[in-house]
């Protein structure tokens, strides 16, 4: 892996004005959806010819085949399918809820693009389960620090990892330097309890084995060690090169973003938000906008209906 070269780095983002004057227009947006689709130009999905059509139809362009005759538009399979809002006001909501640091709420996305909150909504409910399939192809590796995060409004009962409140897990992929800790990669999931399987599950499904996981000392942390090198540690507060503190920052990160934006959430679709956020933060230092990130991720990882969305 190589060497971070330092500790900073600012996001790479896109302002509105730049966002308007490159996708300002269906055309514009047309094309870039032509060009996540076929990469390497058009090829039928029929026949493979490579050759086409273009014919205008009432909304979008249909592309048919030279050969065979099979008709098919840049937005058939992207998220963006069936959708009765014009193309630039889709590409303006991945705009927000992509450029935006702390998130966007469903009732600020409908006023911005002058459409019904439960549009609004829908819309980032989308979204989010995009980036949910987008980070499922990534793993986190080598050293990974593991901790768990409580989130909710205060409520009777047991306190500490016996609450009632939500429960999430958080992992965070450093690299030492110069004496503290990086961050380059995080996971984050929601989980129903503390127990053995569900760290189990979560290792499985974020973590390369033969991963280092640091961790307190809690004893369930041990039951990650046949695939894991599992090294646990005490919580130092005053030191800077202790791994716990950056994923203690992490878990205030997104408390504040919950309080901040949301003011609060329930544990329905929480993950979603998870999603968002750990999405947005994993690819901070690209040096493509966050945004077209998302585009190309509404075009590859295909439609999703309403009822099916899983946040």
């Known amino acids: 892996m190589a060497r971070y070269k330092k500790a900073y780095h600012p996001l790479s983002g896109m302002s509105l004005l730049e966002f308007q004057n490159k996708y300002g227009t269906e055309e514009a947006c047309e094309r ?37 005759g099979h008709q098919e538009s840049p937005i058939k399979g992207t998220a963006f399918e069936n959708s009765k ?7 303006l909501a991945c705009f927000f809820i992509a450029e935006t640091k702390s998130s966007i709420s469903a009732v600020a996305l409908a006023q911005y693009i ?41 409520k009777s009962g047991k306190r500490g990892r016996g609450t009632a409140k939500i429960k999430a897990l958080f992992a965070v992929q450093y690299e030492p330097y110069k004496g503290h800790n990086v961050p380059l990669r995080i996971a984050i999931e929601k989980i129903p309890d503390f127990s053995g399987n569900s760290f189990k599950a979560f290792a499985d499904k974020n973590v390369e084995s033969g991963s280092i ?55 329905k679709r929480v993950q979603g938000y998870f999603s968002e956020f750990a999405y947005r933060f994993n690819r901070r230092d690209s040096k493509t906008p966050i945004v077209e990130h998302l585009l190309r991720s509404c075009v590859r990882e295909g439609y999703t209906t309403v009822p099916e969305l899983c946040i």
């Open 114 to 154: 002058s459409v019904s909150i439960k549009t609004a909504r829908n819309l980032l409910r989308k979204f989010r389960t995009i980036m949910i399939e987008a980070d499922s192809h990534y793993k986190l590796s080598d050293k990974i620090v593991l901790d768990e995060g409580f989130f909710g409004a205060p």
């Open 213 to 267: 996981l640091v961790a307190d000392g809690y004893s369930t942390y041990n039951c990650l060690s046949k695939n894991y090198t599992v090294i646990s540690i005490t919580d130092t507060s005053s030191d800077e090169a202790n791994p716990l503190k950056l994923v203690h920052l992490f878990i205030s990160n997104v408390k504040a973003m919950f309080q901040g934006t949301f003011h609060g959430l329930g544990d």
């Open 32 to 68: 870039v959806l032509f060009r996540h689709k076929w990469p390497e130009g058009y090829i039928c999905p029929k026949c493979g010819n490579k050759t086409y059509y273009k014919v205008r139809c009432r909304r979008h362009p249909m592309l048919e085949c030279k050969v065979c």
């Open 85 to 91: 809002l014009p193309l630039v006001k889709l590409f």
